[in-house]
């Protein structure tokens, strides 16, 4: 796993916003401009990643994707990616879901970023790539995983 190429750029074009499209560009072991472009083509730009549409760029690109719940990850597939949806938690004063502490579903939603996990490797867009046995501090307590993507590359069929 390698920090993509141009990661730095993207994320001041996009003003921070392209968390999901740089877990794809380490997935497909490409550069930034060529997964923001051809995302662009494909969903236009609002702004953020939807999770069905981090889903059905993999699977149109032929990957293998199930939602799996992170609670009941066990086992990590060491031939897997696993996208993490993280959740930051606002300060109110409930803190479970669905709001997390935030105001308003919209803003709760405002306030997620996106993972990757490879094997004993996790990389963050903003914070590079860490051991998997540091994910609790980089949550920090003031985040928490609520889903993952398992990927897995299909085998071809020849």
């Not at 690109?61 to 060491?78: D, F, M, P």
């Not at 970023?113 to 790539?129: A, P, R, Y």
């Amino acid at each position: 796993m390698k920090i993509p190429e141009f990661n730095e750029e993207a994320r001041e074009v996009t003003n921070d916003t392209c968390c999901g499209q740089s877990c794809l560009a380490v997935i497909e072991n490409r550069n930034m401009k060529q997964v923001l472009g051809e995302w662009k083509d494909k969903f236009g730009w609002y702004g953020y990643s939807k999770w069905k549409d981090l889903r059905k760029y993999l699977e149109d690109k032929g990957y293998a994707v199930k939602q799996i719940s992170w609670s009941k990850l066990e086992i990590v597939n060491e031939n897997s990616f696993y996208i993490l949806r993280v959740q930051w938690i606002g300060k109110g004063e409930k803190k479970e879901k669905p709001f997390y502490g935030w105001r308003s579903w919209f803003e709760a939603s405002a306030n997620t970023h996106f993972i990757i996990l490879n094997k004993d490797k996790v990389f963050c867009n903003e914070s590079g790539i860490f051991n998997y046995d540091k994910l609790s501090d980089y949550l920090d307590g003031n985040g928490l995983i609520t889903s993952a993507l398992e990927i897995k590359q299909m085998e071809s069929s020849h």
